[in-house]
Each structure stands twice: as C-alpha cells, then as structure tokens.
C-alpha cells in the first residue's frame, strides 16, 4: 500500500533489493529474447529471414508505440496502493502467459506460424512494456534525494545484468543439452539440414526454459510488490492540471537537456543491441563456434554484471557525463576489433569480457541521468510528469532497438541468409562481422557527439536538487501550519456548518 510522504529520504537496503528483484526478472525475459530470438525463430521455428525480422520489427514498434501512453496512464492513475503497483499486479499473469507463447512452435503452416507469432511476440512486448515502464519510474515514488536515487538506480542496473547473467546462463545450458544432437548432425556434415526429430527436441529445450523463466517472474514480482513501500505523493511537484497526451509529450519534448539525452540514449542502444541481437548468430557463423554459443555469451554477461559497482564507483567519483563518455569511446575501439577476431575459442572469451564489462556503464548511467533532467524540468516548468518523462525515454531507447533490428534483417536478406542449413554463405559471416562492429563503433561516435552537448554538469544536477529539496520542506512546513490551523479552528467553533445541521426555513 502506499503511504504519504514522510520528511525521510533513506530507502532501507532491504526495500532496495526487493525492488530491484522485479527487474531481476524482466531482464532476464528481455536477454533471453533479444540474444536468442533472431535465433529461435530462424533456426528452431523455421521462419526465413523476412518473416523473422519482420515479427521481432513490429514487436519492437508495439513496444515503442506503447511507452508514453504507459507512463501517460500511469501519471493519471491514483489509487490507495499508489500509481504503479496496480500496473505491477495486473500486467504480471499476462505477461508470464504470453512469454511462455512465445517460445512455443504450433503444428501448422508457415503461413499461419508467422501469424502466430506476429500476435504473440506484438501482444508480449506491449504487455512487458507496461510493467517495465511502471517498474523503472518508481524510483521517482520511493524517495526525493539525488544520492538515495542513485542508489537504487545502482542496484536495479546490477539486478538488471544479474538478471541477464542468470537468464542467459540457464537458458544456454538447457538450450545446448537438448541440441546436442542437432550440432552432431552439423558437425558430421556442413551442407546438412537439420533432421524433424531433432528440431523437436531442441523446442522441447525452449519450452523447458519458458517455464523456468515463467516462475521466476512470479517469485520476484511478488517479493518485490510486498516488500516495497510507495509514497503517495511523487519526489517532485504534481502537476496540478491533467494535460492531454500529446500536449504533455510537446512540453517534456521541448526541454532541451531531455532531448540530448535522448539521443545520447538512442545512440548508444544501438550500438549495444547490435552487438546483443547478432552475437549468437556471430559466434555461430562468423566464428564458426557454434557449439561455444551459450559459454561465450555467460562470460559476456557475467563481466557486465561485475562491472557495475566498479562502474558506479566511477560514476561517483569522476560525475555521470565523464564517465559515460569514457565507457563509451572503449565501447567504439571494442566494436571496431570484432570485425578482426579470428574464429579461436581463446581469443573470443577474453573479448567477450572485456565487451562485458563495457555493457554495465550503457545499462546504469542513461537512466541515473534521468532523474537530474525530470528534476531540471521540475524547477524550470513548476510541474512534473515523471512517469511520462520514462515513458517518453523507453520510447527511444525501443526505437534504438527497432532501427538495428530492421537493419539486421535488411542485411541478412541482402546476404543470402538460408533457414535451417548447418553452414551459411561467406557474404553472411561477413555481414554479421560489419553489424557486431563497424555499425555499434558508428553509433557510438553519434552517441558521444550528443554526449559532449548534454548541458547537465553535476555542480548543476547538485545545486538542483538541494532547490528543490528546500521547496519541498517549505511545502511541507505550510502544510503543517496550515492543517494546526484548521484544527484549532474546529475545536474553538462549535457552531460551524458541519455540525449545525438544522434545516433552514
């Protein structure tokens, strides 16, 4: 339930955890399917390359589409449990139900298989949306310190690539143990096809990891749902008068440090999903470690993980713009040595963590960011709309997503890219070296370039916040006065209209 707001600024380290057990979760679903969905449904649903980008393209716009009416809605939902966990509790069945659709294969046509999944895939990512959207903007209820803020953004990066880590890492291993044989007819001969049986088992390994997953999601939402406190009221000034959707977008549109770090954050997802949505098919094809898959892509995660606190430490110490453009112009020379490696296990991993450990700053700084603009936004207009401001910022980073996606799926198709065989053309391992490499170090460069514009420095986000905060207790202090007042006032006038009942002739 939520409480009213109270002069406290801590979050306890418990309610901190337990938030960040929800993302725990959601990152996983969203790993899993970003690293093995061109995947799955290329090699394991038989879908050619078209119909593949075309349902994970259109999932991708759903979700886009979806951001800012999420967090419009959600800044216009009031209830006794507060705005965001009624968006939790309702989105949660659905969402479990949908995931585990989605890694099912139907007995029917291909025709009808792509509608499926179009259906599916589009409803899931909507549905994720919402929760996502609702789970990321309530650190905005939860406390009004910069520092406290901070904090719990650190720990729901590092729940984020934990979840990942753990996602990736069990979806692999039984991913790999029902395809062993599938790799043995591949390994035998290059030019074969997969054989019906055991495609068959290779599903029955996806099906078992979707339920996996399914459980994991309920376990964590709920300790996060019961385990969190929600304020009443927002960490900034409500806005007083409900704005129509699109006039709302306009005026959050027109602030100009919110529109460099849109940038900054569309720039840099893109570089880091066309690493994330192309490496599995990479190692497979570009490296010919096929059967490395799942290992390469656990170290990966495993350094992203570990590189949060150091990345949170840096952040500290050196403020959020230094360091994101150091991790960023690490992350361009990284990209660039891809397009080089050679097809050797021993020179992939020790990349593959390096790489990793570059992923953490992308996840943790954009969205600590965040919260300086909607505070600047708060001192500037006089309102607030925080649910919008991440609804409106998740809009962008899909649309990252999006725009690499489809630009996979251009490229695949240009490279002749078959379903089903066990080896590929030369122009395919030369596509996905250019998409894992030159692209990402060409992004990252647009990203730096609106990073070196963004006008936030951290003197000023300081100095912000320690406005508002004093704002805030003035806020508080009239209230006080003004509810002492009222009540002296009810107990020294017994004739007011609330008790003088009697009928006027």
Not at 86 to 95: A, M, V
Not at 124 to 131: H, P, T
Not at 222 to 238: Q, V
Not at 303 to 324: D, E, I, Q, R
Request: charge should be neutral; include cysteine; glycine fraction near 6%.
């Amino acid at each position: 339930m939520a409480t009213k707001e109270t002069p406290s600024k801590t979050v306890s380290l418990c309610e901190k955890i337990m938030y960040a057990s929800a993302t725990f979760s959601t990152d996983a679903v969203t790993s899993i399917t970003a690293m093995y969905g061109n995947i799955f449904l290329l090699e394991v649903a038989q879908l050619p390359p078209l119909q593949t980008s075309g349902i994970i393209f259109s999932s991708l716009v759903c979700m886009i589409v979806t951001s800012p009416f999420a967090g419009y809605l959600i800044d216009r939902t009031e209830t006794r449990w507060g705005k965001v966990k009624p968006w939790l509790w309702c989105t949660l069945p659905t969402q479990i139900v949908l995931y585990f659709m989605a890694w099912y294969v139907p007995n029917v046509s291909s025709e009808w298989r792509f509608v499926y999944y179009f259906v599916v895939w589009s409803s899931a990512e909507v549905v994720q949306c919402c929760y996502a959207v609702a789970n990321k903007c309530k650190v905005m209820y939860m406390t009004t310190d910069t520092k406290e803020r901070d904090s719990i953004t650190a720990f729901r990066s590092a729940a984020q690539l934990f979840g990942l880590v753990v996602g990736v890492g069990y979806h692999g291993q039984i991913v790999a143990a029902y395809g062993q044989e599938l790799h043995s007819d591949c390994t035998a001969s290059s030019n074969s096809t997969v054989t019906p049986a055991h495609l068959q088992k290779q599903r029955e390994g996806y099906m078992i990891s979707a339920g996996v997953t399914g459980c994991l999601l309920l376990v964590t939402t709920l300790a996060s749902l019961l385990g969190t406190t929600e304020r009443l009221r927002s960490a900034a000034e409500e806005t007083t008068e409900k704005e129509p959707i699109f006039q709302s977008v306009k005026e959050i549109l027109s602030h100009r440090p919110f529109r460099y770090l849109q940038c900054i954050d569309l720039f840099f997802w893109m570089a880091v999903f066309g690493i994330e949505a192309n490496i599995a098919l990479f190692v497979q094809y570009s490296l010919g470690l096929g059967d490395q898959v799942q290992n390469v892509l656990l170290i990966f995660l495993v350094f992203s993980c570990a590189g949060v606190p150091l990345w949170h430490l840096l952040m500290t110490h050196w403020g959020k713009k230094s360091t994101l453009a150091l991790a960023a112009t690490l992350f361009l020379g990284f990209a660039l040595s891809l397009f080089f490696v050679p097809g050797l296990l021993y020179a992939a991993l020790p990349l593959a963590a390096f790489g990793g450990s570059l992923f953490a700053p992308f996840v943790l700084i954009p969205w600590s960011m965040l919260p300086d603009v909607i505070d600047d936004y708060t001192l500037e207009r006089g309102n607030s709309k925080e649910s919008l401001f991440f609804g409106v910022f998740a809009f962008f980073s899909n649309m990252g997503k999006a725009i690499s996606q489809g630009l996979t799926a251009f490229a695949l198709k240009l490279s002749d890219y078959k379903t089903g065989r066990c080896s590929q053309p030369t122009s395919v391992s030369l596509t996905l070296r250019v998409l894992i490499s030159i692209c990402p170090a060409v992004y990252s460069a647009f990203g730096l370039l609106f990073l070196s514009l963004y006008p936030i420095t951290e003197h000023g986000r300081i100095s912000t916040n320690k406005f508002l905060e004093k704002m805030r207790l003035f806020r508080r202090d009239k209230e006080e006065v003004s509810t002492k007042a009222s009540s002296s006032k009810m107990k020294t006038d017994p004739g007011t209209p609330l008790l003088d009942r009697t009928p006027v002739e």
